[in-house]
């Protein structure tokens, strides 16, 4: 979703006794609503405490709680109240959502639910809820929104539980999760919790950025270059757009023009060519002028000896990754990707395994997948057949490292005439990563010989060594 600027508004809260300040950042705009959220979410769950044990100073016109009329957030300018509006919630899937937040943002109002059942000298079974190693508070599983908004009311509760199958939109916007349980448990006792991008997005309104770690093996990219910085053919140029537009109107695409029913969301596309041509720096630079995250996935902590663990971490990032607009960039793709095996043995048939599920899970992903090799003939042909586009990213020409090396320099170089570069250009077939580490190396040398300019005779000797890595020579 794309969050609106906030507007300078004033708009009357639900008893009209208070108004919006004129202008709110994110954060306090959420907390505004929130707390108007929690006032209704109190009262709510009050009502049904006091239904559930009969009280008798019940108000007699109230005797429902969808008589508690929820705020109006359909103008709410809020991070919050977009994603309400977005989705569409209902009274139902409201009161859920808020539940899991409660916790994070103001505990205690659970804390009725610590209620000890006198007869039993226990808690209630019916009000679920978990207590953590550390908070003391009150944790909401499934069964306390169950309870909430069905009481004893079996078919109410029936429905209730349906909010947390995988084809609800909790589920399918990666919003809400319960946690695993111990075999064997009610599925309705699991905690109750949010994610990190929508804890981020519906208090401090701010985006979540994952982090490399052992449950998610992928770093986000960035780079300060733009494209002027990046020098490709005209004929890759031209493929790379096609992928952008793709991007920004599959929905027109798929929706408007009705071509959904042939065409699966998502796009798959492979760059190949030698290394430093520049695969990288075009997946970067797409994320950042569309303004989406490209996470590099790391494909050595994907891959495991064992059977079952790389499908397992496959099914870990991906699910992830499902419901976010994100780019995922598999850099050296052979080292999973690679030809399948004709053979039978156990470690044949494990690697096709892994193969045949990988294909699996990027045709089902909606989002955009880029592989990037260095070598075309190393990826298996059943993928190729699978990828809208193959990309090759051939060695810069005379031209275009003419170019490189002039943007590599930017003016720092000390030498009799351009058509020095130039020859420097048209005698050495270097890629632009292979360029910037001869400038890198020629920098060095400069200071080393307290020099602020780099030579001829420093960039010769970073050319010379740089051919020597790939076994050439000056």
Known sequence: MTLTPLKSVVKQSRDNSHTRPVSLNFRQANAFTLQQEISWFSQVMALRLDLYFQQTDIDPHLCDIYQLTMPDLAQDVSPYGEVITQYQLNFDERIVLILALIPHIKPHVLDMFFSRNTHLDRGYTEFGG?????????????ETAVFILGGEDIDKRLEISALFEQGHVFAQAGMLTLEHNTDGEPSLSRSLSVSHEYLNRLTTGTPHTLHYSSEFPATL??????????????????????????IQYSDVILHKWGLAKILKPGYRTLFYGPPGTGKTLTAT??????????????????V???????????????DQAQSK??????????ALFGTR??????????????????????????????LATNLRAN?????????????????????????????????HSKLASQQDLQTIA???????????????????????????????????????????????TL
């Open 341 to 370: 095996s004709a053979g039978s043995s156990a470690n044949d048939r494990h690697s096709n395994q892994q193969i045949a599920y990988l294909l699996q899970r990027i045709e089902d992903f909606p989002g955009v997948v880029i």
């Open 304 to 318: 495991s000896k064992y059977i079952g663990e790389t499908e397992k971490n496959l099914a870990n990032l991906f």
């Open 221 to 246: 990219i960035t780079s300060p270059l733009t494209w002027e910085d990046l020098v490709l053919a005209p004929e890759v140029m031209d493929e790379i757009d096609k992928l952008k537009i793709w």
């Open 426 to 472: 048209g005698e050495y077939e270097l890629a632009g990563g292979a360029i910037s580490n001869v400038v890198r190396y020629a920098a060095i040398s400069a200071l080393q010989a307290k020099s602020d300019t780099i030579s001829y005779y420093d960039l010769r000797k970073g050319i010379a060594k740089e051919l020597r890595k790939e076994g050439r």
């Open 325 to 334: 607009n994100w780019i995922l960039f598999f850099d050296e793709a052979d």
């Open 285 to 302: 630079l797409i994320g950042a002028e569309l303004g989406l995250a490209v996470y590099r996935i790391d494909l050595s902590a994907m």
């Open 379 to 411: 990826i298996d042909d059943a993928f190729s057949r699978r990828f809208q586009s193959l990309i090759y990213f051939p060695m810069p020409d005379a031209e275009q490292r003419f170019t490189l090396w002039n943007k590599a320099l930017n003016g």
């Open 130 to 142: 978990k207590k953590g190693q550390h908070h003391s508070g009150f944790i909401p599983t499934a």
